[in-house]
């Protein structure tokens, strides 16, 4: 039976067609294994990863072999950007048996989703002592066919220690010297820099935009340092724009060919924030068209591998020029929207679009919020995860999802001057505050009817962290609002996380950025205009770029919210109380600078704006 046929995710469809007789993810599979009393396979990857591909043709795409997986294990494949829960829960029961932790991640576990083994890619013969997929499967099914007790109690344990460490999400308090400790984190990862290339460290080299993000606001020119240092690199695509997903080498030559949602959203709002115009636009300009799906929301990646002049290559494609490009069928774009990554992107696009003077960016931003905002809420309000065109997943969503989609909401908002979006954010982070900061559905079905628990994953690589990512938008919201029980939701997270983020800043940058805004006094900044339509992009064009070009505002955070006046009172109306009698003095556009929601005489002159976003 094909089963992965009609999946959501693109990863499960390229296995479709494979002999062996895959499940998706779901109840159905692990009743299989019960009844015929075998182990489950559990099999990882993600539709970009170059050896997930390379084991599919290998093994999974072997007769032989199938038939031996078939008659002695249930198979379950399972796209880990669409249940990234189940691959956190595994992936973290996999290092009881390997350090070398990666995809494709290939999980044995019992009819009840105790893991009692795991690996990652196996070759289809034995190399260099490395045994080949097939010796394992049988080494697999010889121990739980004569050692079952001792699987049992492997599986038992794991899952014991897994429990152990599945605690929510840690509270605690600012510490009192942060000042001091954050100031003390931008030098520990200023004497990481590899300065002879930039970037971090030695091999391999990834983007890290959370880090250089905290680093931006602390005023760090290793931030630019770096940003410049990746731009002339074989890092970014020179002929579509764009950033592939790591460099091999410290010289951040041999990338791997991936051109990720979440790297390229994070990376637009960093180049636009710092002024890099050509190459932000060069970003833009891969997501709009690259990676932008009909319906308006991001597909979640472009693959690595493609077939140029009739041979597979990774890679091949980004070393022909654009002439070259054109000739051949460019690689493909997972066009699974996943909402998280959507909402990095909105937030980027929106941000991006105001400081370069790009309305068409703040628009495909609108058009992805409007598709999300239609798709993935299903009928009863709840949050989903993930769709493919307007059919929806069944994954749960996940904390990164209500955090990053509230962000881009509330960006979008700012932007736009529309409450609708500040409102549908607001409603996103309240349900997780009530949910005691967890996500409303509870999380994985098929984990929680299992009783498999794993602890919040609160470090920060490539992207920001479901924490970081809600208290974020939660503290955007107390400073439109007012309402303590944001910032207090967010110190709180925050702070339970503080000691670990300063310790190693490398992978904690957006916590330590929340950080940094909590510390800081809260700058604000709302311009009404009374000439434009609602909702236009160029609202108060004068004065936004008298704000922008003020040097002063990379140290202190602001709030910038854009909009007409007659859009003001459906803001006060809605409770965002940073609005209430904000009016376009005598029919000209106006400024109000604020701090602490304490503000100062109304600005209509774009010079005394810069004088006053100067002398903060």
Not at 34 to 42: K, Y
Not at 161 to 181: C, E, F, R
Not at 270 to 295: N, W
Not at 495 to 522: N, W
């Amino acid at each position: 039976m094909n089963r992965l046929r009609d999946a959501i995710s693109p990863y499960l469809r390229s296995h479709a067609d494979n002999p062996v007789d895959w499940y998706p993810w779901g109840e159905a599979a692990f009743a299989e294994a019960a009844r015929r009393d075998v182990p489950v396979l559990v099999s990882i990857g993600y539709s970009t990863c170059h050896w997930c591909h390379v084991m599919a043709r290998e093994s999974f795409s072997d007769p032989v072999l199938a038939a031996t997986l078939n008659d002695r294990f249930v198979a379950i494949k399972v796209d880990r950007e669409e249940h990234p829960e189940v691959d956190s829960v595994y992936l973290a029961a996999a290092g009881a048996f390997t350090q070398n932790l990666g995809w494709p991640l290939n999980v044995f576990v019992t009819p009840q989703g105790k893991a009692f083994y795991a690996g990652t890619y196996s070759p289809p013969t034995p190399v260099q002592g490395h045994p080949s997929f097939s010796q394992l499967l049988d080494a697999v099914d010889d121990a739980w066919r004569s050692r079952r007790d001792q699987v049992d109690e492997t599986a038992t344990a794991i899952t014991d220690a897994l429990a152990a460490g599945s605690a929510g999400v840690p509270a605690g308090a600012i510490p009192a010297d942060a000042q001091q400790l954050l100031g003390a984190a931008v030098a520990g990862l200023e004497a990481y820099e590899d300065t002879s290339y930039g970037g971090f460290g030695g091999a391999p080299k990834f983007p890290v935009a959370p880090t250089l993000s905290f680093l931006a606001r602390r005023d760090s020119p290793l931030a630019e340092r770096t940003l410049v240092a990746m731009a002339a690199s074989h890092l970014r695509d020179s002929v579509e724009g764009g950033f592939f997903r790591y460099s091999v080498n410290r010289d951040w030559s041999d990338p791997h060919y991936e051109r990720m949602l979440y790297d390229n959203a994070l990376l637009l709002d960093l180049y636009a924030r710092t002024g890099m115009r050509d190459v932000a636009e060069g970003v833009a300009s891969f997501l709009l068209t690259v990676l932008r799906q009909p319906a308006g929301g991001f597909g979640s990646a472009q693959d690595s591998e493609s077939t140029v002049k009739g041979s597979r290559s990774e890679g091949g494609y980004y070393a022909l020029d654009a002439a070259g490009r054109a000739a051949e069928t460019p690689p493909a774009v997972d066009a699974k929207v996943l909402t998280g990554w959507n909402g990095f992107a909105i937030a980027a696009l929106c941000r991006a679009g105001s400081a370069l003077d790009h309305p068409d960016w703040i628009e495909a931003a609108v058009r992805a919020a409007d598709f999300l905002l239609d798709t993935h809420v299903d009928d009863s309000g709840v949050l989903v995860r993930a769709s493919i065109g307007h059919e929806r997943s069944d994954a749960a969503a996940t904390l990164e999802d209500y955090g990053a989609f509230a962000g881009g909401l509330l960006a979008l908002s700012a932007a736009t001057g529309r409450v609708r979006y500040a409102i549908a954010a607001r409603s996103l982070i309240d349900a997780v505050l009530a949910a005691d900061f967890s996500v409303p559905s509870g999380g994985d079905p098929v984990l929680v009817a299992q009783g498999i628990t794993a602890g919040v994953d609160t470090a920060e690589g490539a992207y920001p962290s479901g924490l970081s990512a809600v208290s974020d938008a939660a503290l955007t919201l107390y400073e439109l609002t007012g309402a303590a029980r944001y910032r207090a939701a967010a110190a709180a997270a925050i702070g339970g996380v503080a000691a670990e983020a300063l310790a190693r800043p490398i992978a904690y940058g957006a916590s330590l950025e929340v950080l940094s805004r909590l510390v800081a006094p809260t700058q604000q900044l709302v311009i009404v205009t009374s000439d434009a339509a609602a909702g236009s992009a160029d609202v108060g064009r004068a004065l936004v770029d008298a704000a922008r070009k003020d040097p002063a505002r990379k140290n202190v955070h602001a709030l910038t919210v854009v909009v007409a006046e007659t859009q003001t009172r459906d803001w006060v109306d809605a409770g965002f109380e940073l609005l209430e009698g904000r009016v376009a003095q005598n029919g000209v556009d106006t400024a109000y600078l604020c701090r602490d929601f304490v503000c100062r005489l109304p600005i209509t002159r774009p010079a005394d704006l810069q004088l006053a976003l100067g002398s903060v």
